[in-house]
């Protein structure tokens, strides 16, 4: 059969023809009305877009408010029985002076000339008395060492006769250059007496700088920018790249975080808590859930040429790289002090496809003995087929007694365009009874009423934490089968 | 309101003018129903055909450039519909077995139908296997090629080429059992 077949002289004509006005079967009298009540239907639908968009931007707005509260000083004090002098601490910006310090960094050598002016038998015993924190420890020079590497000796006195310098010398020296890491070592007996605002205990820090030659910047290129801001007035850029349900959350930050520092970048690959679990409710409303959780950190800053001088080459110091990975693996017994918890949902209205719904529920985590009773409004809105998007946001009520380990870090640089990094870690004890907010979406897919699969991330905030659960959950009449990844952050 | 030309009338359609669009889908309706049950099981899913493509029609007639016939667009859009709607049936090729003695020597299809009105065609074509009349439209009134029914359909060019091979068979055979006189002429 060839292109000769179409050849078919009339007949096909004459059945066209037929088709168009021969008599014979005709379409229904109400296609029209079909037809036009269709298309009034499909314009009707497009609100539901607008809808649609003005839920999530709602829950946007939850979730926005929820990361704010804990911006609050105020109400991060009410709200934490922890000890009053931490949040000072660590968060008021009122301690740029604390670590005063100005350094020379020579990266790979990781040497820091120290010198504590005021006492020395603190500067003596400053690398004993804190637990170091990090990889990169202080060590403190003979005085020979701190000559030799104190290039300009004018400007850089001696340790015997340190002072805090007033700006405009800082500002005066040659050799101005960003510390990332100063203090990174815990320094209890030192916390009252020297970490306060207006102390005169400065950590002057330097190393030899020699195989670095600088050229000073011209007088023109000295012109800083608005603190805290970067180009085009951004304070920072945030890229997450990488699985949103893996087992990391990579990301790429540029900061532009002060005049000093006028770009830097910042990798980190952070996980705080991960956690992975089985949650199996047979009958009722109960379940257990069991499972091990992992906390791995890792982030890699990169500090670009400082302000006033210009290397020949680019400074990247990795100072800040570190890697700390724990296991944490959970037995479901009541027994041990571990992440058995249990849960108890109750929905308060039947499921539907479309609609609103209350669920109430409760879950007591024993690890760290968190009571939780969550009330939350949900709305099911079935987009297509047997899908389903769920809004569900509401208040919580949460008790809890943890002891554990609070670490805060705050990265700052200071009027003397030098950089102060504090790391902080100790046990806490955190008792404490308070309202929560908690927000989620969840993509449902439910072919029928028998059972449903369900993605769903859920934020939620207490004390100063906030925390991303996502649950993936696959439930069969009463067999509930969840699988949970929660990060804390 | 009266739309003197094609012109109008699309322009009218596309501004969402419910006047103008009853006027088309009323102009049109006729041929574009019968067009869609030859491809469809019954006449149910051919209402269902003629309303989804007329649907596709209202939403796409903004690219129609007035450059050939509006029928001939309007039907191109639906049979594309229709099409689409074929290929998400499983299983839809027909397999029906014709055993070859059964088929008297007749003579040449083409020369059969020709002596055939109209509507006689169209209710021997309407009697084909779902698989057959669908190939033997594609190919003789829309004058569609192999190589283009096996894209249109998701098929292999192969099982074009089978599928009207068979219905040109079934087709011989309902002539003879519809007006056996043929077998008298051959």
Redesign the interface.
Known sequence: MGNDLHNTGHWSNRLRDWEQNGFGPEPALDGWDRLAQAMEKKKRRRPTFWWWGGGILLVGIIVWGITQLGTNEEERLNTAAISSDFYPLTKDEQLVDLYASNADILPKNKKYLTTVPADEAIQTAMPSIGKVVDQHQIIPLSEAEITENIIQKKEMPKPSSVKPLPTSELNQLNRVYTLPKLSLYEAPNMETSTIIPGSTEYYVVSTDVKSLPLQPLPEKDRALPEVGKGPLGIDKVSLAIGPWLGWSRPTIELEFPDEAIPFQSKTTQRVRTQGIGMHLKIGGHWGFQTGFSRETERSENQFFIPRYYRPEREIIDPTDARATLTYEMDVATSYTKTSTEIEVERPLSASVPTGFRLLFGMDVEESVKITRIPLLVTYDWAISGPFQIRLAAGPSWTNQRVQTDLSSRLTRVNGFRLRQTRLRSREQLIKDTYWTAMAGVALIYRPDQHWEIGLQPQWSRNLNQLSVDRNLHATYNRFHLQSHFFYRF | MSFPDDTSLVAACCK?N?EA??VL??RF???L???C?RYARD?QE??DF??DG??KV?ADIGQFRGTGALGGWVRRVVLNVVLQHIRKRPHWLSEEHIPEKEIPSAPDL?EQ??T????Q??AL?KKLPIGYRTVFSL???E?R?HKEIASLLGISEGAS?SQ??KARRALKQAIMEHFPTYQYRS
């Open positions: 969402q419910r669009q009853q889908y009323m309706r006729t041929p129903y019968r067009m049950l006449p051919a209402e003629l309303h007329m649907l209202f083409d139908l020709q055939l009105q109209g509507s065609i169209f074509v190919y003789y009134l004058q090629g080429k009207l091979y």
